[in-house]
């Protein structure tokens, strides 16, 4: 028998996934309390007691996971960034996409998405050598940002490959990035 501590937590959790799903199809404007209940078989005034508010729901639900630390040799960076690309290729990323549709309309979401992304940039811009480090990582997340945009949202053809065709590509470009093996003139 589950404790009630438990069965919150499961509530909450479906709640959450429902917010994710719904925030990532239809926007922050689009989307109801109302409808994230129904979906997670639940009951507004229970959303709100738990999360407060619309806009609290949604910052939780569409908070952009960390990738976790990058560390190592720049063989070892290289790897970690193109692993953590490749598991969004592979895995539609819910929760980040929420916020990138979001964004657009909401100046909330524009500034999670921002700082999410500015952090990474400069931990892994703190790791790479050469003075162009800053301008090189910033490269390596507009890349991975446009491939997750492109294959999820925007569908383009051609990034409906496998995975591990498309990282054969990217993979190489990352590689290069990490390690600046091209100087800039």
């Keep these: 028998m589950a404790t009630r501590l438990e069965q919150r937590q499961r509530t ?9 799903q719904l925030f990532g199809e239809r926007g922050f404007d689009r989307t109801t309390i109302r409808a994230i209940a129904t979906a997670a078989g639940s009951d507004p005034g229970l959303v709100m007691r738990y999360f407060g508010s619309k806009e609290k729901l949604f910052a939780q639900a569409t908070a952009i996971p960390a990738a976790g630390p990058i560390d190592g040799t720049p063989d070892q960076i290289a790897r970690q960034l193109a692993d953590a690309l490749s598991s969004k290729l592979t895995d539609e990323p819910t929760a980040a ?34 003075e162009d480090a800053v301008l090189r990582s910033g490269v390596i997340g507009a890349l991975t940002l446009g491939l997750v945009i492109s294959r999820h949202l925007v569908r383009l053809e051609g990034l409906d490959a496998a995975p591990e065709q498309l990282m054969a590509v990217a993979g190489p470009l990352i590689d290069e990035l990490v390690k600046g093996s091209r100087a800039l003139e």
Aim: charged content about 20%.
């Design 12 to 20: 909450e959790d479906r709640i959450l996934a429902a917010a994710r």
């Design 97 to 130: 996409l929420g916020a990138l549709r979001a964004m657009f309309s909401h100046p909330a979401a524009a500034d999670e998405v921002r700082a999410a992304m500015a952090a990474q940039q400069r931990q892994v811009a703190a790791l790479l050598p050469g």
